[in-house]
């Protein structure tokens, strides 16, 4: 048991979509030296990126926004419909709150910036190989300004969430890992995917991002809380 611990159980299979066809190639060749990631295709545009997500149901596609054809951001809305098990992160050159916001809105399970150091990007893919985290917390912070600047939440249709519950939520909102919250609660990871899997039935939710993101239109927790 202890050798295997917070171990992958397969590797994360992962599609490239980008235009650019130097910046592919060197994503792969990075990729392709962790043995937790596959990289199983490449797209050159988003129509492409769609019929892809279709036939090789990737883990996560990393998806540029500036796409020929079809957007990035179109594209993900298209994938997150149609093929709900794929994650999509976007890796784009927008660092903006705006190309966040519509990105998260249209199903995107997070954001990384281009001009990253490559290790942030295999550290995202293998945060999600073990815990499902897809946005780190300097995004997730992007995240919650918009959603400041929204203000949707109006305390209507209350969800009954536990007091404990709401507090993993708001540590869900500053980006940390399912390990991270459990040293702040003192409990077990076992329990923090409990209460995660019970925050997304009672949200209606798929993801951490729209749990928090939904948290926040619903009057759960603030937007001003803590990052």
């Known amino acids: 048991m202890a050798s295997t611990k917070g171990a992958p159980k397969k590797k994360v299979k992962v599609l490239i979509a980008d235009d650019q066809t130097l910046f592919r190639e060197g994503i792969k060749d990075l990729l392709e030296n962790e043995r937790i990631i596959e990289v199983v295709g490449e797209a050159a545009d988003g129509q492409e990126a769609v019929r892809l997500a279709r036939k090789l149901k990737p883990d996560v596609i990393l998806m540029d926004i500036k796409l020929p054809h079809l957007d990035g951001v179109a594209a993900t809305r298209l994938i997150r419909k149609e093929c709900p098990a794929t994650n999509v992160l976007i890796l784009s050159s927008y660092e903006d709150e705006a190309h966040v916001m519509e990105s998260i809105q249209a199903g995107a399970n997070g954001y990384l910036s281009k001009m990253l150091p490559a290790a942030e990007l295999v550290n995202a893919l293998k ?15 992007k995240l919650l300004q918009g959603l400041r600047q929204m203000a949707t939440g109006d305390g209507s249709s209350p969800v009954a969430l536990t007091k404990t519950e709401i507090r993993v939520l708001v540590f869900l909102g500053t980006g940390m890992s399912n390990k991270e919250i459990a040293a702040k609660m003192e409990c077990s990871v076992k329990t923090i995917k409990n209460h995660l899997n019970a925050i997304f039935q009672k949200l209606e939710v798929s993801n951490r991002t729209e749990a928090v993101v939904k948290g926040i239109e619903m009057g759960l927790i603030s937007p001003e809380d803590p990052n």
């Open 127 to 141: 945060a999600f190989a073990n815990d499902g985290v897809m946005i780190p917390q300097q995004v997730m912070g």
